[in-house]
């Protein structure tokens, strides 16, 4: 059955309409117009919507890791990300369906319709039975993935150096810290992996699930599986997303290794292309931006992990006005750790313009951009219909409450309204959410999932799980990353006075 959508304000683009409605019929909108044309040509539709409300296309959260909860709520104190790292492993072990769906739950909450799932395994021998599991759980909620299985080879206890920074460690430690490091599963038992995920849950043409490559990060893998990666994504029409830059340290590294950028080093092996998305990028150096821009390479901006574990503050206004798209991702550690996504758009446009009057500038309907539209194209593909309300595009849609900004529009000109709505707007503003044509949320209530007995579940889950995680390494770790600190680096041209300072 038809569906025509009204609201007072219509977000398009990232800019607000009035009087702009559109129809739905199956998974796709099919129409767009005023209420009155619509009504005309579709008598028989129904409707759904009011003055009451704000029509927006479903975000999506470009990075994340699907754990149920942030990190901290499950006993890993938020620290240098080198630091934080180690505790990955000994966190409490939450079903990957469980995490998965209540992870769905969370987004589509705060408006989320699709998202970047980047599996963290809890051992690699688990990893093919996982992902499955996970994606299951996300299609149980009803929110769409791109589901990352991961792969490293290289580095896992500390970038370079390795041989130097065991010798600082006492004997049983050293023995211990050297064993850890195994990868138990080969990059051709990976891509075997990825091609039996692809030939089972591949979705091209409704795009619930996409399945893409995911070598975990450039310091964690070699060049030979980078470009294999990408390689084996081309082939398939999807896409690969990694971590990049996210520290000072990870810099640091692509120095010494290869005297150059870690971006022209990318560049220089072929990996840079519009099917690649990087995670993170805090310390992307100025002059690939452009570079960046002209390959078409997407970056997944994640603001409120990177002040959580002391990353830095990435140039994203340098970076969006150098024409490189970017959108938000939660990573799972949200601020107020509680997967608000329209707070973290809100944390990302506050802090994303940086001072100076020298500084890019980022404006409100660049960052509705970044949630919606952008985000969808570097996680899905620009070819994917996702993020604009558009003809032809698949009917993913949140209405939000007018009362964010109800009183205030009424003395204000509509150019000045995106800005408004990304001030005020939370998740508690969410009342409705579709994707692909059919209704997930209906007055903030999930219409097939009791959310409450999945977050028991949850609950009780971790009661018999939770527990103290030591660190045997941190001390050792920091006194040797330390020393790196005092490597001669290029300076970065508007961002270095903000980023150095820790």
């Not at 404006?363 to 970044?370: P, Q």
Request: a negative charge; aromatic letters at 6%.
């Amino acid at each position: 059955m038809r569906t025509i959508i009204h609201a007072r304000y219509t977000l398009r683009g990232g800019v607000l309409v009035d009087d702009l409605a559109i129809t739905v019929d199956g998974d796709a909108i099919v129409d767009a117009g005023t209420l009155t044309e619509l009504g005309a040509r579709y008598p028989a539709a129904d409707r759904v919507g009011g003055d009451d409300y704000i029509l927006a296309p479903g975000f999506t959260n470009a990075h994340d890791h699907g754990r149920a909860l942030g990190t901290l709520a499950l006993g890993v104190a938020d620290n240098f990300l080198e630091l934080w790292l180690g505790h990955l492993a000994r966190l409490p072990r939450i079903p990957p369906y469980l995490a998965a769906r209540y992870s769905g739950l969370q987004l589509l909450g705060s408006g989320v319709t699709a998202v970047a799932h980047s599996h963290n395994p809890s051992s690699w021998s688990e990893l093919p039975a996982e992902i499955p599991e996970a994606l299951r759980g996300y299609a149980d909620a009803g929110i769409r993935v791109a589901m990352h299985p991961p792969i490293v080879d290289q580095n896992q206890l500390v970038y370079a150096e390795r041989e130097l920074f065991l010798d600082m460690l006492p004997p049983e430690l050293r023995r211990r810290a050297g064993s850890a490091e195994a990868v138990d599963l080969s990059a051709d038992d990976y891509f075997a992996l990825l091609e039996d995920l692809y030939r089972n849950f591949h979705d091209s043409k409704r795009h619930r699930a996409h399945i893409q490559a995911s070598p975990a990060g450039g310091q964690w893998c070699g060049d030979e599986l980078i470009i294999r990666a990408c390689e084996w994504a081309r082939a398939r029409r999807t896409r690969v997303q990694m971590h990049m830059l996210e520290t000072r340290y990870q810099r640091i590294y692509a120095r010494k290794t290869w005297g150059v950028s870690f971006i022209r080093h990318l560049e220089d092996i072929g990996a840079l292309g519009d099917w690649l998305t990087l995670a993170h990028m805090v310390w992307v150096e100025d002059e690939d931006m452009e570079l960046l821009a002209e390959r078409g390479v997407g970056v997944a901006h994640n603001i409120s992990s990177n002040l959580r574990l002391r990353s830095g503050i990435a140039p994203v206004a340098m970076l969006a006005a150098a024409g490189v798209p970017v959108g938000i991702g939660l990573d799972g550690q949200t601020l107020d750790d509680d997967q608000d996504f329209l707070r973290e758009m809100r944390l990302a446009w506050t802090i994303g313009n940086q001072s100076g009057m020298a500084a890019a500038d980022l404006d409100a309907e660049t960052v509705w951009r970044m949630g919606a539209g952008l985000a969808a194209d570097i996680t899905f593909g620009a070819e994917v219909p996702l993020g604009e309300l558009e003809v032809g595009g698949l009917a993913d849609l949140v209405l939000l409450e007018g009362e964010a900004i109800r009183r205030p529009a009424d003395y204000l000109p509509l150019k000045r309204l995106p800005a408004l709505l990304l001030r005020r707007c939370r998740r508690e503003h969410v009342r409705h959410v579709m994707v692909g044509g059919e209704w997930i949320l209906r007055d903030g209530e999930h219409v097939s999932v009791n959310a409450r007995d999945v977050e028991r579940e949850l609950w009780e889950r971790l009661r018999f799980e939770a527990r103290d995680l030591p660190s045997e390494l941190e001390a050792h770790l920091r006194r040797f990353y330390r020393a790196w600190d005092d490597e001669e680096l290029p300076p970065l041209p508007g961002q270095s006075h903000q980023n150095d300072s820790g």
